[in-house]
Every structure is written in structure tokens, then in C-alpha cells.
């Protein structure tokens, strides 16, 4: 048999399960078994489960790729590693939570929809990234997209996660059975009315009885989701090899101290009682969300751009320069605070906090992870904030030059005229029109024209289009660091 962390004698400071997993029940179904996942909501009940007695347990589902990782975590008896590093200390945990995990192509469409339609089943969540929605610019149901398309006409043989969710809810319907709980669990504003209008939509072109029932007896809870998870690199998982006195653990995640969960207390069949280890259970979570967004991923963008830019491996390379910090610093308080509405929340102090999670020197996460799908992120990250301060008359020149940094990053050469390979959705589109206009100001308002991340309103907005257009003058002519040094010095 081979020795998996199942059946190792592990290091006496690795903090293994300390429950009974055979109580465990599949009550809590999870699509997209990533790293976040693993590092943020399968902890949380895992921690639960550690603390009281609890029958919830996590039924893992990868829908799209991702085979090798489920008989990964089988052949380890659906354990895995976090590792949580901090700046002075360095904690390795083995996570129980899961008792169960499934694949299309592994175990075949008809095993993931019964799992979806079981009566046992309370909530059904999903990590999938924006793109996973399926949804366009107004934030309805994307027809056009090719998944999308496939399981509208074979709505029995779903490949979407939209598709598997309907096809379960109606599964549920016909058989007389209670509806399960939709949650979101990804990094989306409004997260949970992102889901619900991409279900109902969807719902309504197949079967309008179905999505009236949906509208009446589904809820989809916001959550907002707050932990680093650096991608894992060859170190990181020989980091872990060496934690566990060198066992190999595939599954494995390496993460922050630091997490943090809110979520509307909105559930049809019930939850485990996540608020006993540390999440907050909140009537409305917008406000916590938008915080989150504009201030920590505003910043954390910010920083991966001009960071890439600069020449900036990683996010506390990044902040490790001066100029860079202060300006993160100032994005947050001086352009991300006035536009929040959160209350009980000292934001000065919580500015803080995150720059000193961005400064940590053990967690090596990449400038170009943070800045993939820049073209979904944009929106909700940097967007309003603005549209807030031209509304108001006021200055933005943090916002405005993190906003150049995407632009001369999706033009796909950085400032050695080496390529970026910029992960993005929309990246072919953004290269084509960055290559027909060049390396000048003039490829500013072409991408502004771009009307699936800029509303007209700014596209059309003098002011803003003058601002952005400034800012990305000077990273051409300065450079990043330059472009960033001129900025501190101005405000």
C-alpha cells in the first residue's frame, strides 16, 4: 500500500483531525475543488468538526478537468494538507471535512446529478472563478457562451455548473423534495444575486414552472471569502514534503494565517453552525464585501500591475518598496474608504492590516496570479470607486494609474520588451487592440471603447478618459516605478 497521509505516522507538530470521520454525511456539496476551497470553507468545517460534534461533511465535484486531482484525494482518503505561514511561525494542519468526491468523467454525469438531487443534500456551493457563471456584461445569463449553449439544448447532459445546479433543482421538484441552498463562495460582489440571476435565467428558457418554483423556494446567500492562497509552485510543495517529513501530499495548499468569512444567514435546509469557528453569520453582507473588494483586491491589483510592471515577482516584493506601499496605503484610505458604507469596521486600522499581510515574507504570491482575469475584476475592483469620485468632482489619481497598469499589462510586453502571458478571458481581444494602436497613449480610449468592462459613462467621460490617459503617459515615460515615485510625491 502506498504510504499516503492516511496512513503515515506524521510529525508530532502536524494537527491531524480529532473526530470521528465515518459520522461524516455528504450534506454539503462543493464545486470546484481549488485552492481556495481547501484553504478557506474546507478548514472552516473541518475546524467545526474538531470543536463539536457535527455530522455536516463536504462531497468535493470537479466539473471541468481536474480528474487527476479527485483520485489524488481519493487514494489519500479525501485528506489533505494546509499550511498556514506566517511571518514568524508556521503551522501545518491536515483537513478531515471531506467524506466524498465525484467527476463527470470519472464517475459519469448521471452520479453527479443524483449526488445534487439527494434528499441529504442542504447546500450546494461552488468556487468556480467569474468565468464559471457564465454571465455577460449586464449580468444575465450568457447564451451565446459555448457551455452554456450545450446544455440548453441538452439540458440532461449538463457540462456547466449553471446546468448541473437546474437540472438538480428540477430533479428535486419533480420528486417532491425541499430545494437545497446555492452559495457562492467566489470572489464576485454580490455574489449570491450573480448566481441567482444566472439560475433563473437559465430556469426560465428550459421549464418556467421550474424557475418559479426556484424564485420562490432557493436562496442564494452573499458570502464574502478573505484569505491569501498563493498558487503552489515546485517549493511550496516541498515545503509541505519537508513539513510531513518528506510525504508527498498532491492536495496540499500553502496560505495565510488570516482568513475571514461573512455570509448572509440565508438557508432553506439548514447549516452547520459556522459561526462557532470564527465566520461571521451577518443579515447583509454587501458592505463587508465591498470593503473587501475595493480595499484589500483594489490594492492587491494595484500592486500586481505596476508590481509585474516594476519588475516585482511577488506581492511583498511589491510593498516592500516604499513608494509602492504609501501608495497602496493611499489607494485604500484616500480613494477605496469614501466610497464604503460598512459600519463598526476602524478601516485605518484594517489598511493596515493588510499591508502588513501583503508584506509577509513566507507567502510567495505571484504579481501575475493576482493580476489574471484583470478583465472580469476591473468592474468591481476599481470601476465604481471611480465613477464615485467623477460623480462627486473629486481626484483619483491612485485608482487612475492602477488603471494604466492594466492597460500597458494586457498589452502582453513588459518594460524589457519581454512577452506577458496574460491570463484573461478577453486577452486576445485586449492584444489585438493594444498591437494595431501601439505603445501610446492613443490605445487608451480604444480599450475604454472596450463596453464589457467600461460602461459608456466613463468611456465617454472627459475627465476620466484625461486622467487615465496622464497616468499612462507616465508609464511609458517613467516606468512603473517611476510612474508610482511620481504619484507618492504628489499626493
Known sequence: MQETIANAELPDGVK????????????????????FHRAHQGLFMSDLANQETTDWGLCEINLIGGEDQIKKLRAQDHLYTVVEKGAHETQARISGSVCESLHPSLDGIDAVLNKLASEEVAIVSMTITEKGYCADASGHLDQNNSLIAHDLATPDQPQSAIGYIVKALKMRKDAGLKPFTVMSCDNIQGNGEVVAQVVLDYAKVIDADLATWIEKNVTFPCTMVDRIVPAMTDDSYQQVTDLLD?????????????RQWVVEDHFVAGRPAWENVGAQLVEDVVPFEE???????????????????????TIAQSVANDDYRKAAKALMLNEQVPTLSVQSVDLNAYADSLLERFENPNLHHRTWQIAMDGSKKLPQRMLKSAQFHLAKGQAFPCLALAIAGWMRYVAGVDEKDQPIEVADPMAAELRA???KAGLNVAVVSQLLSVDAIFPKELATNKTFVSA???????LLELGAKGAVAQLVKAL
Open 16 to 35: 491531524r483531525p480529532s473526530y470521528d470521520r465515518s459520522q461524516l454525511k455528504p450534506k454539503w456539496v462543493h464545486l470546484g475543488f481549488g485552492a
Open 291 to 313: 470593503m473587501k473588494l475595493r480595499m484589500l483586491n483594489g490594492s492587491h491589483s494595484f500592486l500586481a500591475y505596476l508590481g509585474y510592471l516594476g519588475g516585482y515577482e
Open 433 to 435: 487592440i493594444c498591437d
Open 246 to 258: 518528506g510525504l508527498n501530499d498532491p492536495c496540499s495548499i500553502v496560505c495565510e494565517p488570516f
Open 468 to 474: 487615465i490617459e496622464m497616468a499612462y503617459q507616465n
